[in-house]
């Protein structure tokens, strides 16, 4: 079965505290790490796609990087609107399995 | 806006009872996908289908079904609804299968008294 453990549960940020969320999995047969940015009461939205270990996606004050066994989500200089809940994913051979996430705060 | 409608936005109902919930995907998009939503469980696969065929199953329970019509909007059927059935179902689409870049619904709030 596959697994994907996210921590913290939840970050409390001030503004231009610059933090890291860690997601480790195990799978068999990894298909592609994926991030997800989750606002309250909304669906949520895609945000980056890692397949090997070293790579490196980059999207504003998000940095998403990937390891044989975890991904890390880098938020620098975090603003407000930077929080929400942040879901890491593993693509195995036939479904999509989420972590629980860790949600952001950053206070201005 | 993801593209993906889903209604209806919000659903109160008894136990016993069935809902139907539905989901017209991103236009082009050929996959659709039903997760369930709750505070302790996270998000949990329910099922996937592809241009009609159903392609992959979670851990959709057996009161629980969905098709995906030749139109490719999708219908998820719950029936003899209980208390720990609600939850936030979100629809999300793809046009692929294999993929893990979904576009993700509003979701449909269900709640069971």
């Known amino acids: 079965e596959d697994q994907v453990t996210q921590s913290p549960e939840a970050l409390r940020l001030q503004e231009g505290e610059s933090s890291s969320l860690n997601c480790s999995y195990t799978?068999?047969?990894?298909?592609?790490l994926f991030w997800y940015r989750q606002d309250p009461g909304k669906g949520p939205e895609f945000l980056f796609t890692?397949?090997?270990a070293g790579e490196e996606k980059e999207k504003e004050r998000l940095k998403a990087t990937l390891t044989k066994k975890e991904s890390f989500l880098h938020i620098t200089a975090p603003k407000p609107e930077d929080s929400a809940t942040y879901l890491c994913?593993?693509?195995?051979?036939?479904?999509?399995?989420f972590g629980a996430g860790t949600t952001v705060t950053v206070r201005a | 806006d993801s593209g993906v409608t889903q209604t209806p936005k919000h659903l109160i109902t008894a136990t016993g009872q069935r809902v139907t919930l539905r989901c017209s995907p991103r236009?082009?998009?050929?996959?659709v996908y039903w997760y369930q939503q709750s505070l302790d469980q996270g998000l949990q696969f329910l099922i996937q289908?592809?241009?009609?065929?159903?392609?992959a199953k979670g851990n959709i329970l057996e009161r629980f079904s969905a098709q995906q019509f030749p139109d490719l909007h999708s219908e998820l059927n719950l029936s003899s609804l209980e208390l720990g059935d609600s939850a936030l179902y979100f629809c999300?689409?793809?046009?692929?299968?294999?993929?893990?870049?979904?576009?993700f619904g509003e979701g449909s709030r269900l709640t069971v008294l």
């Open positions: 999300a689409s793809s046009l692929g299968t294999g993929t893990g870049e979904l576009f």
């Open positions: 890692l397949y090997s």
């Open positions: 289908y592809y241009n009609g065929e159903e392609r």
């Open positions: 994913a593993v693509r195995g051979d036939y479904k999509l399995s």
């Open positions: 236009s082009g998009d050929l996959s």
């Open positions: 799978v068999s047969g990894l298909r592609g």
